[in-house]
């Protein structure tokens, strides 16, 4: 992946999971494919969402995050996207990274096992102090809110 210098994730590869580790499609990738570690093929009707599988757990260090992101082509393609994107994976979570699918297409979408389905990349999160104050300071932008900058 391209970029400064690289953080150390580790994963463990879950049971049944036969399927290549998670890497970057070309050296310029800003993230990793993630695939379906399924057993069978999985069949979403057109609206239809699934959680699945990807046969990895991270342990991803403290002040990042995974985010998992839809592929295009699949999106531009078939309609195949996933939902809560991107999905945050935090720091502190050890389970298996699973991908929220959703059929958008007209059409159904097969995923079969071992399909790239979403990528993932890896980002600093800053730490935060919320503070609470009677008054926020003004800005140009004010309260103007859904669709205040215009559509061009």
């Not at 994107?85 to 297409?105: C, F, H, Q, S, W």
């Amino acid at each position: 992946m391209s970029g400064a210098d690289p953080i150390r994730v580790f994963y463990r590869r879950l049971p049944g999971n036969d399927l290549p580790v998670p890497k970057a499609a070309t050296p310029g990738s800003s993230g990793v494919d993630l695939r379906a570690c399924l057993d069978e093929p999985l069949r979403l009707d057109p609206g239809q969402r699934a959680l699945v599988p990807t046969g990895f757990a991270l342990a991803i260090p403290a002040g990042y995050e995974a985010q998992v992101r839809p592929r295009s082509g699949l999106a531009i393609d078939l309609g195949l996207t996933m939902l809560n994107t991107p999905g945050t994976i935090d720091a502190d979570y050890r389970g298996e990274v699973r991908v929220v699918a959703v059929n958008l297409g007209s059409e159904p979408v097969v995923i079969r096992p071992g399909d790239r389905i979403a990528q993932m990349v890896f980002q600093k999160v800053p730490a935060v102090d919320l503070v609470e104050v009677d008054e926020l300071p003004p800005s140009a932008r004010g309260e103007a809110g859904f669709g205040s900058t215009g559509s061009s």
